[in-house]
């Protein structure tokens, strides 16, 4: 991330210098134009690095569950307590009508 948070990726916080022209404000010069555009190239590359790292965090399933596992282990003694209840069920209710 970059040295303003999570919140600004690739936000650096340096803008033009006092005085300077506003990016897009005519009378610039084509190197002050360069200097606009490297700078933008620079921030957006680190946005994309930002991006894909959060991207590959979310989606690494293995780390997913290690630090879910609780979780998971509940959700899946809950979903097997409800899958037992209900073939119980349908065995009772076949066996009843016999």
Same mark, same amino acid.
């Not at 190239?41 to 991006?51: E, G, R, W």
């Not at 349908?90 to 066996?95: E, I, N, T, V």
């Given at each position: 991330m970059t040295a303003s948070g999570p919140g600004n990726l690739? &936000?650096?916080g340096s803008g033009? +210098?006092?005085?300077?022209p506003r990016p897009g404000a005519p009378g610039r010069s084509s190197a002050? %134009? $360069?200097r606009d555009i490297d700078l933008q190239? +620079?921030? #957006?590359?680190? &946005?994309?690095? +930002? #991006?894909r790292t959060k991207v590959n965090e979310l989606t690494d399933w293995r780390s997913q569950i290690s630090e879910h596992r609780e979780e998971l %282990?509940?959700?899946a003694a809950?979903?097997?307590?409800?899958?037992g209840t209900v073939v119980a069920f $349908? +065995?009772? $209710?076949?066996?009843r009508r016999r």
């Open positions: 690739g &936000s650096t033009p +210098a006092p005085g300077a002050e %134009i $360069r190239q +620079a921030q #957006l590359a680190d &946005s994309v690095v +930002a #991006l %282990i509940k959700g809950v979903a097997g307590f409800v899958v $349908r +065995a009772f $209710r076949a066996f």
